[in-house]
T-cell receptor, first 114, second 116 residues
């Protein structure tokens, strides 16, 4: 049973560019959450997708957007990249009907903005 | 609003010694609580979780944590540290019913160093 997978593993962009990160949830999971983890910090919640809709959003600007596909996979898009967007981006999946509310994390995508 | 405070950004222990990583939470409803471990350049791995069942929760790799409502704490312990335990540990809290929104709030992390 494959766990949560993310692609690419590493990415280098320049300021002003746009980036798309991808996530495939764990088998049986229907909910995907995205987190940004800056160096030396804990993960910060960006948003969560369920049934192809954004269900909740953290304190991130509109430059951060996402999408969830019918197969539950998800994309995170960041427009007009800033140096401060450099971070590890983590995807987590879960089951909305789960009684334990547990999120399982992927290995992350390391984004470097130059 | 939920929050998590991890006391001590760095903790050093000798190999074989007790590991104690502290976590206090704030939540307006009965919370779900988690400990995750992160090895360098990797994602987060779930160590254990509290979901309102037994207050003493046993996890993987010999770790356990005790939920103390009166102290709003969920400290992580391991009787005997191993070199492979060196990593960063995150405490996290999740509010809300299991059928709805699942925002997880993380602490700032504690880096555990194990000294040979």
């Amino acid at each position: 049973d494959a766990g949560v997978t993310q692609s690419p593993t590493h990415l280098i962009k320049t300021r002003g560019q746009q980036v798309t990160l991808r996530c495939s949830p764990k088998s049986g999971h229907d909910t995907v959450s995205w987190y940004q983890q800056a160096l030396g910090q804990g993960p910060q919640f960006i948003f969560q997708y369920y049934e192809e809709e954004e269900r909740q959003r953290g304190n991130f600007p509109d430059r951060f957007s996402g999408h969830q596909f019918p197969n539950y996979s998800s994309e995170l898009n960041v427009n007009a990249l800033l140096l401060g967007d450099s971070a590890l981006y983590l995807c987590a999946s879960s089951r909305t009907d789960s009684s334990t509310d547990t999120q399982y994390f992927g290995p992350g995508t390391r984004l470097t903005v130059l | 609003a939920q929050s998590v405070t991890q006391l001590g950004s760095h903790v050093s222990v000798s190999e074989g010694a007790l590991v104690l990583l502290r976590c206090n939470y704030s939540s307006s409803v009965p919370p779900y609580l988690f400990w995750y471990v992160q090895y360098p350049n990797q994602g987060l791995q779930l160590l254990l979780k509290y979901t309102s069942a037994a207050t003493l929760v046993k996890g993987i790799n010999g770790f356990e944590a005790e939920f103390k409502k009166s102290e709003t704490s969920f400290h992580l312990t391991k009787p005997s540290a191993h070199m492979s335990d060196a990593a960063e540990y995150f405490c996290a809290v999740s509010e809300g019913d299991s059928g709805g929104y699942q925002k997880v709030t993380f602490g700032t992390g504690t880096k555990l160093q194990v000294i040979p």
